[in-house]
T-cell receptor, first 113, second 110 residues
């Protein structure tokens, strides 16, 4: 069964450094999402992306965050200057659109030191 | 903002027992979803509901989309040890961003 894949599974970064999290959505999907889950808390929406542009973003997704679909398969989340509070699991999700459910990757655990 | 209130927060059950959890909201949604998350993994879709009043089963799992479009429940029948994990409800409007509940931690006594 097709799945969303994310790399790396764990990223450790010094505070202030840039980090790029990578996702390969399911191949025929058109809508892409990033979510965040701080340890012990609920999953929170960050940003949605369709047709090469952001369609919606949350207040968490400030100027330090950006997303890109650099080619036909990858979808990336960049955090420009990481803060301690960026430590969380980051999940990528994709869907074919309409009411089709979103499918999630296994996440990247981001640890900021 | 939109919020989902999920209960119970956690539960211990005896193997073989039935389990029930639910989510409520003050907002209306047109899709309700139930996911399971195992440690170190992402949420895995269990059941998707698209129509008010809809009752859908997936093996031992049964979920319903509330008639008011503001709630949903998930039942697990005859629980087994591999049912352990965190169950999340999630909902959205017209395929947009998902709003998640806080999760129900299921622990099974074998």
């Amino acid at each position: 069964e097709p799945e969303v894949t994310q790399t790396p599974s764990h990223q450790v970064t010094q505070m202030g450094q840039e980090v790029i999290l990578r996702c390969v959505p399911i191949s025929n999907h058109l809508y892409f999402y990033w979510y965040r889950q701080i340890l012990g808390q609920k999953v929170e929406f960050l940003v949605s992306f369709y047709n090469n542009e952001i369609s919606e973003k949350s207040e968490i997704f400030d100027d330090q965050f950006s997303v890109e679909r650099p080619d036909g398969s990858n979808f990336t989340l960049k955090i420009r200057s990481t803060k301690l509070e960026d430590s969380a699991m980051y999940f990528c999700a994709s869907t074919g659109g309409g009411n089709q459910p979103q499918h999630f990757g296994d996440g990247t655990r981001l640890s900021i030191l | 903002g939109q919020q989902l209130n999920q209960s119970p927060q956690s539960m211990f059950i005896q193997e073989g027992e039935d389990v029930s959890m639910n989510c409520t909201s003050s907002s209306i949604f047109n899709t309700w979803l139930w996911y399971k998350q195992d440690p170190g993994e992402g949420p895995v879709l269990l059941i998707a509901l698209y129509k008010a009043g809809e009752l859908t089963s997936n093996g031992r799992l049964t979920a319903q989309f509330g008639i008011t479009r503001k709630d949903s429940f998930l039942n697990i029948s005859a629980s087994i040890p591999s049912d352990v994990g965190i169950y999340f409800c999630a909902a959205n409007l017209y395929g947009n961003k998902l709003v998640f509940g806080a999760g129900t931690i299921l622990r099974v006594k074998s």
